[in-house]
């Protein structure tokens, strides 16, 4: 059974840093492309990064780029988002996504996958 365990999401000032992280199981996450999606109250879902199995292709939204970054550890079976300068727009439950694709996987329909969100707050 495939689990994806989000966390890392919590309060933050305007201007602050936060690490998501993604647990993942019951996959062969090398063999995967990760992504992360995000939704905010009264809005769909949008893509934010997505990084490719070995890591070496990373894409990102024009909002975050810049101000994201996302890695993974083919080790601990784990994708992170560090996310840098936040702001109140970027506020939004973090999705993780796993795809058995390789490409810039924008949308949510080409993942297999998803976790169930954490939930991060940007106050201004």
């Known amino acids: 059974q495939v689990q994806l365990v989000e966390s890392g999401g919590r309060l933050v000032q305007a201007g602050g840093s936060l690490r998501l992280s993604c647990a993942a199981s019951?996959?062969?996450?090398?063999?995967?492309?990760m992504g992360w999606f995000r939704q905010a109250p009264g809005k769909e879902r949008e893509f934010v990064a997505v990084?490719?199995?070995?890591?070496?292709?990373?894409y990102y939204a024009d909002t975050v780029k810049g101000r994201f970054t996302i890695s993974r550890d083919n080790v601990k079976n784990t994708v992170y988002l560090q996310m840098n300068n936040l702001e109140p727009e970027d506020t939004a439950v973090y999705y993780c996504?796993?795809?058995?694709?390789?490409?810039?996987?924008?949308?949510?329909?080409?993942?297999?996958?998803w976790g169930q969100g954490t939930q991060v707050t940007v106050s201004s």
């Open positions: 019951g996959l062969t996450f090398s063999r995967y492309t």
């Open positions: 990084i490719w199995p070995s890591g070496g292709t990373r």
């Open positions: 996504a796993a795809s058995v694709r390789v490409g810039p996987l924008r949308s949510g329909l080409e993942y297999d996958y």
